[in-house]
């Protein structure tokens, strides 16, 4: 049962920490409490992990499969990491989710399609990467998408479309949102994942929105060779307000631990990695 102060979509807690009570009336915007984090990591035994379950599956897993397992696998064995704030009230989501935009093809004029998948603890990653093949092919071919949404709300004249506008973030704002508006929108989603690598591009800075809940950004930059090892560049933008420093850090510490021992991965999504220390 809900209780007093809590979303749909997260429930209302209240943090004993009096610097983090008081940061969101100093830094009551989201972009105003950034932090950028740029790191390479080595993914040497991800990639054969991901080489030895191709030979057993009759679909293939991709790199960027493995990494959103791996994001998951995180948020789940540090759970800040799923925080939000919202008109200076914090919130712990109900649930984890993941989500990008995959593009029809590789070509400046293909359309984008937003995708959230809300992760389910007891699934396996490999069960995870079909069932991402699965509804990325569907909705490429369907070419529904909550994007539509969006594209219908253009065709407004500007004026109406500015009060529109006005309306839908104090929507946002009190956590009243309908699901059509939301449950296919990276903008609500725990982390927002970019594959900057497969347009050959490394882990730029991405910034955080004002509009929506999500309070983590991960750029995933091209796979190189250093000494003898492969590995990749990636970039997360956070809302420091939601932990600190130290706890994106250690975060960090995570991802590449799981990648480096990529056996955790054949455990359920869900099942917290123990404290690497």
């Known amino acids: 049962m809900r209780k007093f102060g809590d979303r749909k979509d997260a429930k209302r807690i ?55 397992a791996i994001t998951a696998k995180t948020v789940y064995s540090r759970p800040l990491l799923n925080r939000f704030i919202k008109g200076k009230n914090f ?73 529109v506008a006005v309306f839908v973030k104090w929507l946002d704002k009190k956590g009243w949102l309908p699901d059509f508006l939301t449950e296919d929108d990276f903008n609500f989603s725990t982390v927002l994942l970019s594959n900057l690598g497969s347009i050959k591009c490394g882990s730029v800075y991405h910034h955080l929105n004002e509009y929506g809940t999500n309070s983590v950004v991960i750029t995933i930059g091209t796979i190189h ?28 510490r995570y991802v590449q631990h799981i990648a480096a021992n990529p056996e955790l991965l054949d455990e359920e999504i869900g099942k917290v990695v123990k404290n690497i220390d």
């Open 91 to 163: 919130y712990q989501r109900n649930d984890v989710s993941i989500s990008f935009v995959a593009k029809d093809k590789f070509s400046d004029d293909a359309e984008e399609k937003l995708m959230v998948f809300t992760m389910d603890e007891d699934e396996l990653p490999v069960d995870l990467s079909k069932r991402i093949l699965d509804d990325v092919s569907k909705t490429r071919k369907s070419g529904n998408n909550s994007s539509d949404v969006y594209g219908s709300l253009t065709k407004i004249p500007s004026f109406i479309l500015s009060i």
């Open 225 to 252: 060779e250093e000494n003898g090892r492969q590995v990749v560049d990636i970039g997360a933008t956070l809302d420091e307000r939601i932990a600190d420093g130290f706890y994106f850090a250690k975060s960090l």
């Open 14 to 68: 209240y943090p004993k920490d009096p610097v983090h009570i008081l940061m969101p009336y100093l830094m009551s915007k989201r972009h105003e409490a950034e932090v950028y984090i740029n790191q390479d990591i080595d993914i040497t035994e991800l990639l054969k992990w991901i080489e030895e379950k191709n030979k057993t599956l009759d679909y293939k897993i991709t790199f960027f499969h493995a990494m959103v």
